[in-house]
């Protein structure tokens, strides 16, 4: 595959993280730079956190995290290297303000604020058709 961005083949995206299907949480890479990634998700009504007519609060949190993922996956696609496996090290500060309903389409920026040793520290939107939805802080960790 080549490195033009964006990639909307989710089954590419998919390979760059460590989840696997079904519980992928990210389709889309819209763009990429060495402080962040922009991530996609449409929601369907297949999706394991899709209840009640809403995308859930754990799915929309597992999105944020896989889009850190996605960001940290890219980057070792980019050197061609495998997608490292990692995991949550903390949440902070997450605020909910909106639940997708299906078929809408979740734009998240991740943007890094310290890189070092395996730790990400990132700050991350959520939006809906430009419309902040989610917001909040994580910290991830790679497994040696």
Known sequence: MENKLPIFDKNFVGSLIPQKSPFVMVDKLLSFSENGVVAGLTVSDENL???????????????????????????????????????????????????????????TTIHVLHEFMGVTLVDIVSTLNDKEIARGQMKTVLAN
């Open 49 to 107: 956190f899709f209840s009640n007519g809403a995308f859930q609060e754990s799915g929309l949190i597992e999105h944020m995290a896989q889009s850190v993922a996605l960001f940290t996956g890219y980057q070792f696609y980019l050197k061609n290297e495998p997608a490292p496996t990692g995991y949550i090290g903390s949440i902070k500060s997450i605020e909910i303000l909106q639940l997708p309903k299906k078929e809408e389409a979740i734009v």
